[in-house]
């Protein structure tokens, strides 16, 4: 390897190419070149740093400059001033990581202060695309430790040893399933890891991959050493290209280097790996549908048991766990299984990575100690609420999940209290509410993506959901009763206890979890007939204020549906008849002399 | 109702292209659902005569392609417009106002979600997660990302493709 000055880090994982990191990029070496700079400066295209709001990053070192949001104009100034003179452009940093004169180090700004990397250890730090930086630090020597020197049942020891949970939703020990596989007798068994990540707004799966993928691939063969499988199957989301791509040249060069394959590190075990493509059900996340799937069918669920450790693909014993529980094996392997039980609390141990998304200033991904609270985390690392507004709710797990109000927020987060508060731990979706959400509304919005996402095989969730989704667009727009509640209350509970899978059995959580804790908001649209939030167009009335209408009659030309009359310079007035409720008039009123009620 | 949609017509090279993907998968354990992925690549979409070819080639019912192809999301019976927008409606990018900006779109072009316009240039899908929640509300025009937007960008965004 090259000997250079100094290492510019660009963050390539999806939300930085979605604010166009492939110009930056070109244009950094293109700059390098004009400047004749190339053989001092290496380029490197890492995964995630976690702080996407802040995106396109680009951190050089050695000095750790962090700059944020640079554009391709900024990168010439960057080059000539920093790289050239020495001068830090501080126009461009990070402001948090400037402290007076000098940067300081990326561990004491907020938002990663708190922070606990271990499966996201190397997102941000290496190239993906390079085996051999992964090598580097630490890369597959687990694995070298395992084949080696240890025995299949001290493997699975280790693990459950350690108090891994499946990081995937439910919380399974992972130990256990492992042991599980192990334990059935027969001589083709598969190892699978679920990458198929539907929950929306979580992307955590996806960043591990695209940032380092050989993380997932070492700790698959691991699994497959302990439970005495040789093949694997990645089963991902095709919406993901830039991870299935890294996914793709991760494997080819695990193969080129013997670390897949025939007779690895010499120990006569073989084991190779092949990605499957999912193509949008989000029922396939279930194991079950997700098998079904893998084998070519529709991604229905069936009954469990047999559970995939005894029947799985094919009818063989199937070792399925979550792209981010793979994450940490390796760590745990080298670390032991002592180091990994002082982290965290006393039934969910480790970390946990969350996407943080929503209302909060810092949006990006986050791994913190399981039992960190919620206000640790969306006051300190995620920087509060923007636009001075005030945290009204958190929705962890997604559609399976459910919502925590404002007196919870110092509830630690791990398994067991997210369940005892009506939510779950999920895959790590945390989306954050304020005043201006509408928690109604919220409910409404996961309803309909369950009964979009309902594959349709059992009833209580096929139909049951969508009389769910019918009760909630009843009372957003104003016709339902306080019956309806309490109807809806027991139509939940019986989907909960009568569904197939988990999808079904979860999906009535954001409606209790809202009806627990934001009762007055459903009886303020059934009673009153408004939306607090002012989100349920149906409910909301759009009034102008006598004392500050000019009169200009600026709101009556715009009004597309001519609703709104008077003479000129005195107040006008708005039918709400008329009315659709667009808005356009409150926008366009100069004087704010338009309220929404 | 009919959706706006465009008569198939698949040349002779995709139908070349098609037939050496089915030979080389036709062996695979689960091999439809590859299959019907790099069909939607060849072809852009899933109409039926591409399903009965890869019916025949792969010796499994038409039937139980054509309820694979409508299970999955990422299947379309329908052509694809030259530019497709898509439209995140992932939580993040809902709580900050997505479902205005497809009512925005849908209002421009007069088609649905799922539909083409007639001249073929844009169709409208509403996705699922794309994972860029940093930057919500986010929408897509082929592989051009557009993200904090407000519903007044959508004009300007249809326009730089339309001409």
Redesign the interface.
């Known amino acids: 390897m090259d000997m250079v000055r100094g290492h510019i880090l660009c963050c390539g994982g999806t939300g930085c190419t979605s604010s166009g990191c492939d110009a930056i990029i070109k244009e950094m070496e293109a700059q390098l070149a004009a400047h004749d700079l190339e053989k001092e400066f290496k380029v490197i295209k890492t995964g995630c740093f976690g702080l996407c709001a802040l995106g396109p990053i680009m951190i050089v070192y050695p000095e750790g400059a962090f700059y944020s949001r640079v554009t391709p104009e900024d990168v010439k100034e960057i080059v000539e001033e920093h790289l050239v003179k020495g001068r830090v452009v501080k126009r461009l940093l990070y402001a948090e990581t400037v402290e007076e004169d000098n940067i300081k180090s990326l561990n004491e700004v907020d938002f990663y202060k708190k922070q606990m990397r271990v499966a996201l250890r190397n997102c941000g730090v290496i190239n993906p695309e390079d085996i051999e930086e992964y090598i580097g630090i630490d890369g597959y020597q687990a694995l070298g430790k395992v084949l080696t020197e240890m025995k299949p049942q001290e493997v699975i020891d280790v693990i459950k040893e350690s108090g891994l949970r499946g990081r995937g939703g439910g919380g399974f020990p992972t130990g256990m399933k492992w042991q599980f596989t192990y334990n059935s007798q027969n001589e083709q068994k598969y190892v699978a890891c679920n990458a198929d990540e539907g929950d929306p707004g979580a992307f955590m799966d996806r960043s591990i991959l695209e940032g380092d993928p050989h993380a997932v691939i070492e700790a698959m063969a691991i699994a497959g050493y302990a439970v005495g499988a040789n093949q694997g199957y990645i089963y991902i989301r095709a919406e993901y290209p830039i991870a299935v791509k890294r996914l793709g040249i991760a494997i080819a060069q695990a193969r080129e280097y013997g670390l897949l394959g025939k007779n690895i590190f010499e120990s006569g075990f073989d084991f190779d790996l092949e990605i499957r493509l999912g193509a949008g059900a989000f029922v396939c996340g279930e194991e079950t549908a997700l098998i079904t799937s893998i084998e070519g069918h529709r991604g229905e669920p069936r009954p469990r048991p047999p559970f995939p450790a005894v029947a799985g693909l094919w009818q063989k014993p199937t070792l399925l766990n979550n792209v981010e529980t793979y994450a940490n094996i390796t760590q745990i392997i080298l670390n032991g299984a002592d180091w990994f039980k002082s982290i965290g609390t006393e039934k969910s141990k480790g970390t946990k990575v969350f996407a943080l998304g929503g209302k909060i200033k810092n949006t990006g991904l986050v791994e913190v100690p399981m039992g960190t609270t919620l206000r640790e985390i969306v006051e300190e690392i995620g920087g509060g609420i923007p636009n001075g507004k005030k945290f009204k709710a958190a929705q962890t797990g997604g559609p399976s999940g459910g919502c925590i109000p404002e007196h919870l927020i110092d509830t630690p987060i791990d398994y067991d209290s997210l369940m005892a508060i009506g939510s779950m731990m999920g895959s790590g979706g945390l989306i954050v509410m304020d005043e201006d959400n509408c928690m109604v509304d919220i409910a409404k919005f996961f309803l309909e993506f369950t009964v979009d996402e309902s594959c349709g095989k059992c009833t209580p969730c096929r139909v049951g959901t969508k009389r769910l989704y019918e009760i909630l667009e009843k009372i957003t727009s104003g016709n339902g009763t306080m019956e309806d509640l309490d109807r809806m209350e027991e139509l939940c509970y019986s989907i909960k206890s009568t569904a197939l899978c988990g999808l079904g059995q979860t999906a009535p959580n954001p409606v209790l979890s809202t009806l627990k804790y934001f009762r007055d908001e459903y009886e303020a649209h059934v009673r009153d007939k408004v939306c607090p939030a002012g989100v349920c167009k149906k409910l909301v009335k759009y009034e102008i204020v006598a004392d500050k209408c000019k009169g200009c009659s600026l709101c009556a030309k715009k009004c597309p549906v001519g609703a709104i009359t008077g003479e000129i310079k005195s107040p006008f007035t708005i039918d709400s008849e008329k009315c659709v409720k667009c808005g356009v008039c409150m926008e366009s009123c100069k004087f704010g002399a338009i309220i929404k009620k | 109702m009919e959706k706006k949609t465009l008569p198939f017509n698949g040349t002779k090279e995709q139908e070349e292209q098609l037939m050496a993907v089915i030979a080389e998968h036709k062996d695979v ?6 299959v ?2 790099k069909a939607q690549e060849i072809y852009g979409y899933l109409p039926i005569e591409v399903q009965e070819m890869i019916s025949e080639g792969l010796d499994v019912p038409l039937a ?1 392609i054509y ?2 192809v409508t ?5 379309s019976l329908n052509p694809k417009g030259k530019y497709h927008i898509g439209v995140c ?4 990018c ?3 106002g997505s479902g205005d900006i497809l009512e925005k779109i849908k209002e421009i072009l007069g088609i649905e979600v799922g539909e083409c316009t007639p001249d073929g240039l844009f169709s409208i899908e509403a ?10 509300p ?1 929408l897509t025009v082929n592989d051009d ?1 557009y ?1 904090r937007l407000v519903v007044d960008d959508v004009e300007g965004i249809i326009a730089k493709y339309r001409d």
């Open positions: 354990d689960g091999a439809v659902i590859p019907l992925h139980e309820g694979i299970f999955y999301t990422q299947f409606l992932g939580t993040a809902y709580v900050k996705t699922r997660c794309i994972g860029a929640c940093g930057l919500a986010v990302v993200g």
